[in-house]
């Protein structure tokens, strides 16, 4: 039995063909996020299909969540992107309490029952100053490959104070911190602690159980670091950050075609 999960977030989309009966992952790919979010889903699962030697005709069952799982008219069914990540996070890593994921366009903390059922969460999609979108500015900004910002962060030894609370404001100060001549090592690094401690100050207090850090700018270097100092207390990055949710979403999809077999139909 072959389940499918699609993850139709802000920035990008994510798929997952995963084996039900072996809990194996057959397939899985990344595309950039685009106007015709369905016809570009419904190609990325099609082309992880074929890479992967299956018909489409062989998916017994698909889940689509993100932002853009409405548009996905030929899921099955759609869920929350706060149920999927818990559902993907707790299968590879079940002793996480927290769940911190930070994306292109927003950032969610989720809190988890010690039977990885969300008890609570909260989610910033209003202001990009605490995800990925203010990794990009400073990026651009500075004229670092995103994929090095890490590395010249760890150099750092006075990360320059980012006190702005929109990310416009903070761009012009990123903007005025350069022409001072501060070292571009000390703007990334304030950069990517502003971001940790805008999360912190969502998660509250971690005491005891795991913190997980999925999403797309965990696979940044140095950013679990600099949330460990900011939570204080160790944090994990879950196995293909990326796409936690769309596996979250497949092995969803996965349990509810179980028990539709055990009760029989569709729903």
């Given at each position: 039995?072959?389940?499918?999960?699609?993850?139709?977030?802000?920035?990008?989309?994510?798929?997952?063909?995963?084996d039900a009966e072996r809990m194996v992952v057959l397939g899985e790919g990344v595309v950039d996020q685009?106007?015709?979010q369905k016809r570009l889903a419904r190609l990325l699962l099609e082309r992880i299909a074929e890479e992967?030697?299956?018909?489409?005709?062989?998916?017994?069952?698909?889940?689509?969540?993100?932002?853009?799982?409405?548009?996905?008219?030929?899921?099955?069914?759609?869920?929350?992107?706060?149920?999927?990540?818990?559902?993907?996070?707790?299968?590879?890593?079940?002793?996480?309490?927290?769940?911190?994921?930070?994306?292109?366009?927003?950032?969610?903390?989720?809190?988890?029952?010690?039977?990885?059922?969300?008890?609570?969460?909260?989610?910033?999609?209003?202001?990009?100053?605490?995800?990925?979108?203010?990794?990009?500015?400073?990026?651009?900004?500075?004229?670092?490959?995103?994929?090095?910002?890490?590395?010249?962060?760890?150099?750092?030894?006075?990360?320059?104070?980012?006190?702005?609370?929109?990310?416009?404001?903070?761009?012009?100060?990123?903007?005025?911190?350069?022409?001072?001549?501060?070292?571009?090592?000390?703007?990334?690094?304030?950069?990517?602690?502003?971001?940790?401690?805008?999360?912190?100050?969502?998660?509250?207090?971690?005491?005891?159980?795991?913190?997980?850090?999925?999403?797309?700018?965990?696979?940044?270097?140095?950013?679990?670091?600099?949330?460990?100092?900011?939570?204080?207390?160790?944090?994990?990055?879950?196995?293909?950050?990326?796409?936690?949710?769309?596996?979250?979403?497949?092995?969803?999809?996965a349990r509810r075609v179980r028990n539709i077999n055990k009760i029989g139909g569709r729903n």
């Amino acid at each position: 039995m072959i389940c499918a999960g699609i993850d139709a977030g802000s920035r990008t989309i994510k798929a997952v063909l995963l084996d039900a009966e072996r809990m194996v992952v057959l397939g899985e790919g990344v595309v950039d996020q685009g106007i015709e979010q369905k016809r570009l889903a419904r190609l990325l699962l099609e082309r992880i299909a074929e890479e992967s030697g299956i018909g489409m005709d062989d998916i017994a069952y698909t889940v689509a969540t993100g932002y853009g799982r409405g548009m996905l008219d030929f899921a099955d069914k759609t869920i929350t992107e706060i149920t999927c990540h818990a559902a993907g996070v707790t299968y590879h890593l079940p002793e996480t309490s927290v769940i911190i994921d930070i994306g292109g366009q927003d950032s969610k903390v989720i809190h988890l029952e010690a039977d990885g059922t969300v008890y609570d969460f909260s989610m910033n999609d209003r202001c990009a100053a605490g995800t990925g979108r203010f990794l990009e500015l400073v990026a651009n900004r500075t004229e670092v490959p995103i994929e090095r910002l890490g590395e010249l962060a760890s150099k750092s030894r006075s990360p320059a104070a980012i006190s702005s609370m929109c990310v416009v404001f903070a761009e012009t100060e990123i903007v005025g911190l350069m022409a001072e001549g501060v070292e571009t090592s000390d703007i990334i690094a304030g950069v990517q602690f502003s971001i940790a401690e805008r999360i912190a100050a969502m998660s509250g207090p971690v005491n005891g159980g795991g913190v997980t850090f999925t999403g797309g700018v965990a696979m940044i270097p140095g950013m679990r670091e600099t949330l460990e100092d900011a939570v204080g207390a160790e944090v994990r990055v879950c196995s293909s950050p990326q796409k936690t949710g769309a596996m979250g979403a497949a092995l969803l999809a996965a349990r509810r075609v179980r028990n539709i077999n055990k009760i029989g139909g569709r729903n």
